[in-house]
């Protein structure tokens, strides 16, 4: 069985940072792409990052780009999500998932053939 697990939300004060895991199991994380979202209440799904296991790039949302960094440790069969410099509008929860047809429809994505449950973010002093 496919699953990814997302942790490490919590509440943060505003220009502090968190780091979110997402950890695969089933199935081998090198060989496919994994993209972020967050979710805020009442509003839609945003993509905030999409990594091409290819070459190693990850496209990122204008709203997070040079404040959030993808990582990933083949070992632990993990991604991880480094969110700097947060903001109020960064609370979301957010999740991972592997889109079907990987990055190319960025930052639409459509369907996930997988997603975690998500993780809560708050930032808030």
């Known amino acids: 069985q496919i699953q990814l697990v997302e942790s490490g939300g919590g509440l943060v004060q505003p220009g502090g940072s968190l780091r979110l895991s997402c950890t695969a199991s089933?199935?081998?994380?090198?060989?496919?792409?994994i993209a972020w979202f967050r979710q805020a209440p009442g509003k839609e799904r945003e993509a905030v990052s999409c990594?091409?296991?290819?070459?190693?790039?990850?496209v990122y949302a204008d709203s997070v780009k040079g404040r959030f960094t993808v990582s990933r440790d083949f070992a632990k069969n993990a991604e991880y999500l480094q969110m700097n410099t947060l903001k109020p509008e960064d609370t979301a929860v957010y999740y991972c998932?592997?889109?079907?047809?990987?990055?190319?429809?960025?930052?639409?994505?459509?369907?996930?053939?997988?997603r975690g449950q998500g993780t809560l973010v708050t930032v808030s002093s």
């Open positions: 998932g592997r889109p079907t047809r990987g990055c190319r429809n960025w930052p639409t994505l459509g369907a996930l053939e997988v």
């Open positions: 089933g199935f081998t994380l090198d060989y496919y792409h």
């Open positions: 990594f091409t296991p290819s070459d190693g790039s990850t």
